[in-house]
């Protein structure tokens, strides 16, 4: 079995900075991408940040030159750097890898969810 667990979220004022983790375990063979998506209420799950495994990021066009996604390979942990958070930044942010493991192909899996608020 795959776990993906999150870590680094919570409440911080706007223009604060916060840093997330997530790292996962079990029976992995590869990690070809992880990323981060976040859904606040009311709206639909998006996209925030993704990398692959040759290190290639994709952003959503709200959070470019804000926040930075990284991964260490070694540790199969990815991170958010989110920088001069604003209010609409508030979500639960999810996890995910797009992995294979010793007995299955290609899948998706998802963290619990970390909620990040941005609040003065």
């Known amino acids: 079995q795959v776990q993906l667990v999150e870590s680094g979220g919570g409440l911080v004022q706007p223009g604060g900075s916060l840093r997330l983790s997530c790292a996962a375990s079990?029976?992995?063979?590869?990690?070809?991408?992880m990323g981060w998506f976040r859904q606040a209420p009311g709206k639909q799950r998006e996209l925030v940040a993704a990398?692959?495994?040759?290190?290639?990021?994709n952003y959503v066009d709200s959070v470019k030159g804000r926040f930075t996604i990284s991964r260490d390979n070694a540790k199969n942990t990815v991170y958010l750097q989110m920088n001069s958070l604003k209010p609409e930044d508030t979500a639960v942010y999810y996890c995910y890898a797009d992995l294979s493991t010793t007995v299955q192909a290609e899948t998706d899996y998802w963290g619990q969810g970390t909620q990040v608020t941005v609040s003065s």
């Open positions: 990398i692959t495994s040759s290190n290639s990021t």
């Open positions: 079990g029976s992995i063979f590869s990690i070809y991408a």
